[in-house]
């Protein structure tokens, strides 16, 4: 028998995040050498994350930190497998975590990310990922990152919506002083995340993609059986109107219908007495685009009932 108690078993849990099951099977197997356990159980942790890699992460939260000055921000996505443990203190404070880094970092793509070392633990990403996937007992990814750095004079703002299920960014360009533009800012943000536009303006809205949702429109107005005189006319109406869905300058303003986006970045330019503009935005909602894997509840319980016999 393996010379360690109940405390041990517990002490290497509260150091490891590990289950107890796994940190008794750890301490046996490593006849009870305490450090021997650590190792033991983070190389298993590896291996853990290995195996949980072919599981399906569409949970998760989307966060947004902006740096103190407000000149750089990012925008991060983490997905792990039940909303459960997307809100759970680990995993949140992992993704905080994961967003300081990102925001201290000139990395441009998740590979590299994943290479970054924490400055205050000295691990990298990858090995926190890992650590955490063994610690839950979920798949855990670095699913994406945006990152915004502002060299003119504005501000960039942020936006979080249902404690992470959406996050947004928008970088504001203006020689007014920043905290005269900070409430336009959190609404304009406010309203990306409500009104999901795809660009800032008519000008950015590809043209290849207009002359596609053209070809849609016409089609669409010869099948309602309109004469070909208006369809020209009907089709300039309907793309108006598509253009106040895509693009954010020109769709209502959520706080005031009776007013568009570009109407009140200009009165709060004629407020402040400078120039304003949008000149970008990201918008994450979290888990869109990944397909969900859909369980039976009921057979899934039944399946671990089996295992634990």
């Given at each position: 028998?393996?010379?360690?108690?109940?405390?041990?078993?517990?002490?290497?849990?509260?150091?490891?995040?590990?289950?107890?099951?796994?940190?008794?099977?750890?301490?046996?197997?490593?006849?009870?050498?305490?450090?021997?356990?650590?190792?033991?159980?983070?190389?298993?942790?590896?291996?853990?994350?290995?195996?949980?890699?072919?599981?399906?992460?569409?949970?998760?939260?989307?966060?947004?930190?902006?740096?103190?000055?407000?000149?750089t921000a990012v925008a991060v996505e983490v997905n792990c497998?039940?909303?459960?443990?997307?809100?759970?203190?680990?995993?949140?404070?992992?993704?905080?975590?994961?967003?300081?880094?990102?925001?201290?970092?000139?990395?441009?793509?998740?590979?590299?990310?994943?290479?970054?070392?924490?400055?205050?633990?000295?691990?990298?990403?990858?090995?926190?990922?890992?650590?955490?996937?063994?610690?839950?007992?979920?798949?855990?990814?670095?699913?994406?990152?945006?990152?915004?750095?502002?060299?003119?004079?504005?501000?960039?703002?942020?936006?979080?919506?249902?404690?992470?299920?959406?996050?947004?960014?928008a970088e504001i360009n203006s020689k007014a002083k920043q905290?005269?533009?900070?409430?336009?800012?959190?609404?304009?943000?406010?309203?990306?995340?409500?009104?999901?536009?795809?660009?800032?303006?008519?000008?950015?809205?590809?043209?290849?993609?207009?002359?596609?949702?053209?070809?849609?429109?016409?089609?669409?107005?010869?099948?309602?059986?309109?004469?070909?005189?208006?369809?020209?006319?009907?089709?300039?109406?309907?793309?108006?109107?598509?253009y106040k869905e895509v693009c954010l300058l020109e769709q209502?303003?959520?706080?005031?219908?009776?007013?568009?986006?570009?109407?009140?970045?200009?009165?709060?330019?004629?407020?402040?007495?400078?120039?304003?503009?949008?000149?970008?935005?990201?918008?994450?909602?979290?888990?869109?685009?990944?397909?969900?894997?859909?369980?039976?509840?009921?057979?899934?319980?039944?399946?671990?009932?089996?295992?634990?016999?």
């Amino acid at each position: 028998m393996a010379n360690f108690s109940n405390q041990d078993v517990m002490k290497l849990r509260e150091q490891t995040g590990v289950g107890m099951m796994d940190c008794k099977k750890a301490l046996v197997e490593t006849n009870g050498n305490f450090e021997e356990a650590i190792k033991y159980l983070r190389e298993k942790g590896m291996a853990s994350a290995a195996k949980k890699a072919s599981r399906v992460a569409a949970e998760g939260i989307v966060n947004c930190v902006v740096s103190a000055d407000k000149k750089t921000a990012v925008a991060v996505e983490v997905n792990c497998e039940t909303d459960f443990v997307a809100r759970s203190e680990q995993f949140v404070a992992l993704v905080d975590n994961i967003a300081a880094i990102l925001l201290s970092t000139n990395a441009t793509t998740v590979e590299q990310v994943l290479e970054v070392s924490c400055p205050k633990c000295g691990k990298t990403v990858n090995v926190l990922i890992a650590e955490a996937t063994a610690a839950i007992g979920e798949k855990i990814s670095l699913r994406r990152f945006t990152k915004f750095a502002l060299s003119d004079a504005g501000l960039i703002s942020s936006y979080i919506h249902m404690g992470g299920k959406i996050g947004v960014l928008a970088e504001i360009n203006s020689k007014a002083k920043q905290e005269d533009l900070m409430e336009l800012a959190f609404n304009i943000c406010m309203q990306i995340a409500a009104s999901k536009p795809q660009v800032v303006g008519i000008a950015d809205v590809d043209a290849s993609q207009l002359e596609a949702e053209k070809e849609i429109l016409t089609v669409q107005a010869r099948n309602e059986g309109k004469p070909e005189a208006i369809i020209g006319k009907m089709v300039e109406g309907r793309i108006h109107k598509y253009y106040k869905e895509v693009c954010l300058l020109e769709q209502e303003y959520v706080r005031d219908s009776a007013l568009s986006v570009k109407q009140v970045i200009a009165d709060t330019a004629k407020a402040v007495g400078a120039d304003i503009t949008v000149t970008r935005f990201v918008r994450y909602e979290m888990g869109e685009g990944i397909e969900k894997r859909v369980d039976n509840f009921v057979d899934e319980i039944a399946e671990q009932l089996k295992s634990i016999k």
